[in-house]
């Protein structure tokens, strides 16, 4: 393993050593800060533009109602997936792909890695659609959107150090609190949205295929196959250890809870567009902001396209690189944001290039832009059940796990999720070849 990237991750370890001494004060908010960054970069990562465009045709065709505590529901289930991957890195230190090759072997590895690159790719094209989508608001061509982006993330790679990338890219993410004000320029109900928090109310019109779709969609939007593969990945190339899971575990809370704020902000904006309709080729075409101007005004619409575009690209930087870790931890090649460019460029090359590939396709004319947004949410909701089998067995490795192997609630947790979303994934697939059994 390169000097270089065993170098700056010590500095990591004792920067964090020498703050532990005394954790009193400042120096424990210091702690914190040095510990924070996987959880929340996942959580803000997975708020990705069709995650909430998303939520915003939630808002705009069922209100607050129903899908409010749904999403939040959702969000505590990917806690539970997402704690299991971060005790993982913090008691291994190596990443999601190699633990998967050495514990099942390389057809289930090549299966697993071939399910995660398919939807990775699928999933950044729809990031740049988003981009696309977020810019385009304001006039800027496709082709500036999608180059200034790439260029974006390569300087974020080029200090070839890992905690100046996540600092850079925690940045960016917490950038999807700009929806806070979007909502509140919705002059929302404050009443209504509290009793929809703690009451739960019937979905409008039942269960149609449409509203199967969306909640479908929004499970999509907070659960998928790469956060488990980012975050075990950052965890371990932040070289947090056993002793740091207290602080892994409140990283991957704060995470959650920030981005389910969010997402609840994002379906209360558009909630006063209920009795529109916004389909499928809005999204690259930004007609939420546009639909939006007349009720909260221009700067509430930019502010929602500015969010679009910001989320895309948090999530581009995030899942390119979570496919740059994945195809080199199978190769036993150098595979950190510690490793310089010179000895990692390989590393980069994937990580730079797998962004580049899916930023041109979208700019290929005639593509069915529309048609693959609502593909990718088709790709993620089949995934996740075998990428969640892959966990829960190596959550309860006790050769690898030792200690912190799962235990009994851990496990009726992660079953009942397990089992939760492959139900989910087999409603979705009934209702996608049989969607008048729904009405």
């Known amino acids: 393993m390169p000097a270089h990237e065993d170098y700056d991750r010590a500095r990591d370890r004792r920067a964090i050593e020498r703050t532990r001494i005394q954790v009193t004060g400042w120096r424990g908010a210091r702690l914190l800060f040095l510990l924070i960054g996987p959880g929340i970069l996942t959580f803000l990562g997975e708020n990705d533009a069709p995650s909430m465009l998303s939520y915003a045709a939630t808002g705009a065709q069922f209100g607050i109602g129903f899908f409010l505590p749904f999403v939040v529901s ?119 949205i509290g009793q929809a928090l703690l009451s739960w109310s019937p979905l409008p019109g ?24 980012f975050q075990q990945g950052t965890v371990a190339d932040k070289g947090l250890t056993p002793r740091e899971l207290a602080g892994a575990r409140f990283d991957t809370a704060m995470g959650a809870a920030l981005a389910a704020i969010f997402g609840v902000a994002a379906i209360v904006a558009t909630a006063p567009l209920l009795s529109h309709r916004v389909s499928a080729p809005a999204f690259q075409a930004a007609q939420f902001a546009q639909a939006l101007e007349p009720l909260i005004g221009h700067l509430g619409a930019s502010l929602f396209a500015i969010g679009i ?28 944001l510690n490793t310089s460019l010179r000895d990692g460029w390989r590393f980069y090359a994937v990580l730079l290039g797998s962004a580049v590939i899916a930023g041109g396709f979208t700019l290929v004319p005639g593509m069915p832009l529309e048609d693959i947004v609502i593909l990718v949410n088709v790709v993620a909701t089949l995934a996740m059940p075998p990428a969640l089998l892959f966990l829960l067995v190596l959550a309860n490795d006790h050769e690898i796990m030792g200690a912190y192997q799962n235990g009994l609630l851990a496990n009726i947790a992660g079953i009942g999720v397990t089992v939760f979303l492959i139900a989910c994934g087999l409603g979705f697939t009934t209702v996608v070849l049989f969607p008048h059994l729904l009405g």
């Open 309 to 336: 575009f910001e989320a895309g690209l948090v999530a581009v930087i995030t899942i390119s690189t979570t496919s740059a870790y994945a195809f080199h931890e199978i190769l036993g090649a150098p595979h950190s």
């Open 206 to 229: 039942g269960f149609r295929p449409d509203a199967f779709t969306l909640m479908i969609a929004d499970i999509g939007a907070t659960v998928t196959p790469w956060m488990l593969f």
């Open 74 to 192: 959702t969000f505590a289930i990917a806690f539970v997936i997402q704690e299991m991957a971060a005790r993982i890195g913090t008691a291994t230190g190596q990443g999601h792909a190699r633990l998967i090759f050495a514990r099942f072997g390389r057809f289930w590895g090549h299966f697993a890695m071939t399910d995660l690159f398919i939807g990775n790719f699928l999933t950044l094209v729809t990031e740049f659609i988003g981009i696309r989508a977020g810019l385009g608001f304001f006039g800027v061509p496709p082709v500036v959107a999608v180059g200034g982006s790439i260029l974006v993330i390569g300087l974020a790679i080029s200090t070839s150090r890992y905690h100046t990338w996540e600092r850079i890219t925690m940045v960016l993410a917490l950038g999807n609190a700009i929806f806070l004000p979007v909502a509140f320029l919705a002059h929302p109900d404050f009443h209504a």
